[in-house]
């Protein structure tokens, strides 16, 4: 059939496998091909949508995404559990690895980069991790951010160095481990570089929250009757720290694998800016509302605002990045990640929509090999001399 919006032709199907456009569907606003009501990495959903695990776990296809939805339910059970027993230490350690571990777990669920998985485990989860202590030990030798964050910072300079000038040094220090995996051959999309991003993000999150917390942790007893003060601070902890600082590297890290790819352009600078500036509000907003005495919940309520900023933007970035760089795909058979289906395919799948190139690495790596094979002509058998 041929294409409404891209004029190719292109195998039947509901959604065009070389532009992604929705076949016959006219989009209320703007560009066809855009697809602003179809995230390209899970078409169920609009771009403009701050889910947690669509957004962060782009590998998943639906049936998994559940699962892990339901695991990070269980462990804010978990950690409930945990602060009703008075079980502070063990809450604080809980919400601490949470995020990072389902994430740990999706990489193997999804099987994103099994043929390396100590090399991208190492630079990612592991470099952040190690930047992380070294980088909080020194900030906290200026000056303590859970101090200026309670209200407590002694001047306007303290609170300038911890809430502006951390949270610029972080996002530059951050994806500087993962940068060694930037030109390896499996790994030149825009979506490497956004998953990169995020585990070295939420390598840094763990560090951070361990050396900041490392006196209460190593003071507390290990049950506390005096429970009230920790609720907030544990819903930070577990689910708005670790978002934020992974999203903000992750939209870093993809803006530099796109400038890699030579297609760097406004939208990409926009994305390193729009992170930094979301680092700063979160870091800055939660000192100025605790200074301003407001309420803890409403610290929560900004740091929520910020990291569904944050979400929007790292799918805003991703969405296009997939429509553009699966367009670059040769037609070949292959399964949907996302409907499971077989197919023959160029960029998209026709049944669901999903963009190919959100794929784990493997299973791009054997289409291309298959597509490569399938362009060889065969050879034909020489002759006899006579014949």
């Known amino acids: 059939m041929r294409c409404d919006h891209c004029a190719n032709d ?41 889910s947690i695990f669509t957004t962060l776990f782009p590998h998943l296809g639906q049936h998994k995404v559940h699962e892990f939805r339901w695991a990070f339910l269980a462990g804010l059970g978990g950690i409930l559990i945990l602060y009703l027993a008075g079980l502070i230490t063990a809450a604080i350690l809980v919400s601490a690895f949470l995020v990072p571990v389902l994430y740990l777990i999706y990489l193997y669920e999804a099987q994103v980069y099994r043929d390396e998985p100590a090399t991208v485990l190492g630079f990612t989860i592991g470099g952040g991790f190690i930047v992380g202590l070294v980088l909080t030990v020194i900030t906290n030798a200026l000056v303590n951010p859970i101090t200026a964050s309670a209200g407590l910072a002694s001047d306007l300079g303290t609170l300038f160095l911890a809430a502006l000038v951390v949270p610029l040094v972080q996002e530059m220090a951050k994806p500087l481990p993962a940068l060694i995996l930037r030109g390896r051959e499996p790994y030149g999309e825009t979506i490497d570089g956004l998953v990169f991003g995020i585990a070295a993000g939420l390598g840094f999150s763990v560090a951070e929250t361990l050396i900041r917390f490392s006196t209460v942790i190593t003071t507390l007893p290990i049950h506390s009757d005096n429970t009230a003060n920790w609720v907030y601070p544990l819903m930070s902890i577990a689910i708005f720290q670790p978002l934020m600082q992974g999203s903000a590297t992750g939209i ?6 796109r400038h890699a790819g030579g297609r760097f352009a406004k939208r990409e600078w926009g994305g390193i800016l729009i992170a930094v500036l979301g680092h700063i509000s979160f870091s800055a907003g939660s000192t100025a509302l605790a200074e301003m005495g407001a309420a803890q919940l409403v610290v929560i309520a900004w740091q929520a605002i910020v990291v569904g900023g944050l979400l929007i933007y790292v799918r805003y970035l991703l969405h296009h990045s997939l429509l553009e760089e699966a367009a ?8 949907c990640p996302s409907c499971h289906r077989h197919i023959y395919a160029s960029g998209f799948c026709p049944n ?36």
């Open 10 to 50: 292109v195998p039947d199907g509901v959604f065009c496998t070389r532009c992604g456009a929705h076949q016959g569907a006219v989009e209320a606003v703007g560009d066809p091909k855009l697809r602003e009501r179809s995230y390209a990495a899970h078409p169920g959903e609009a771009v403009v949508h701050a």
């Open 252 to 257: 870093v890290m993809a803006a530099i694998w």
């Open 328 to 335: 670059d795909m040769g037609y070949s058979e292959t399964v």
């Open 352 to 387: 669901c929509g999903m963009a190919l190139t959100a794929a784990p690495s493997h299973v791009k790596r054997a289409r291309r090999t298959r597509a490569t094979t399938a362009a060889v002509p065969e050879t034909t058998q020489p002759t006899r001399e006579g014949a």
